[in-house]
């Protein structure tokens, strides 16, 4: 998606509580579970093991064919004003650096650096994809599944490993038994790093919300603190636009 005809090529599609536009994409090869190149989207095999309970060694398993692209014109529209309303912002030194996402092939669109976008993971449940697709994330939800170390925001991953953490299957319907996660495009703006092995998560979103704020987002180097993944975190939903959704077992 750009800043031109978001509706190019879409097809109708229904989801719970309203309706969403979307269409099949070549997130990941249906056969061999990879990436554009055969690598994950993280441009590399899974280095370290799924922490929890999670489905069968190596990383999601993905079936069921191509993921699907959420085009939501609203949605859209409201992330590239808050998008270019960060870039105007930015400096050469707030700009981003080594993110694993960086790697994801050109068919998948380039991000705006000038805003410090990037393509993020979101794990959720198959049943909460259409209502994210059709009327945007929910901040009051923040931290009821897994906790909200970093402060009540939006929290996204570089590594597929780790929003597999957050993931959840559906009891029943379709979905039962399928795990779900967003590929979003995420303005994180000015971002403020935090390697504390314990944060202040409410210090850390009233840094970023307000007239006042000083940063946009929050990078939080849980990585260096205890050995597992970053995250990034933002406290504004229009930041966040839930671009592309993969189901798996």
């Not at 704020?213 to 993944?229: C, F, I």
Request: charged residues 25%.
């Amino acid at each position: 998606l750009g800043d031109g005809d978001p509706e190019a090529g879409m097809v109708d599609g229904e989801a719970a509580g309203g309706s969403f536009r979307a269409r099949p994409c070549a997130l990941v090869d249906p056969k061999s579970g990879s990436g554009p190149h055969g690598r994950d989207m993280e441009g590399r095999r899974h280095a370290r093991p799924p922490q929890g309970p999670r489905r069968p060694a190596g990383g999601p398993e993905v079936r069921g064919g191509p993921g699907s692209r959420n085009e939501n014109l609203k949605q859209w529209q409201e992330y590239v004003k808050r998008r270019r309303g960060m870039a105007s912002q930015l400096t050469h030194e707030h700009l981003l650096k080594g993110v694993l996402t960086e790697r994801a092939g050109p068919e998948l669109g380039t991000p705006d650096t000038s805003a410090n976008e990037f393509l993020l993971w979101h794990g959720t449940q198959p049943s909460a994809c259409a209502n994210i697709c059709s009327h945007d994330f929910l901040l009051n939800l923040s931290g009821t599944h897994r906790g909200a170390l970093l402060g009540h925001g939006l929290y996204f991953a570089e590594s597929v490993s780790k929003s597999d953490e957050y993931a959840d299957d559906d009891k029943e319907g379709v979905y039962k038994g399928l795990y779900a996660m967003l590929l979003c495009r995420v303005a994180l703006g000015r971002s403020l790093y935090t390697d504390e092995a314990s944060p202040d998560g409410a210090k850390l979103k009233d840094a970023c919300t307000g007239g006042s704020a000083e940063y946009d987002s929050v990078l939080g180097d849980r990585e260096k603190a205890r050995g597992t993944y970053r995250e990034f975190v933002v406290y504004d939903v229009s930041q966040a636009y839930p671009e592309y959704v993969v189901i798996y077992r």
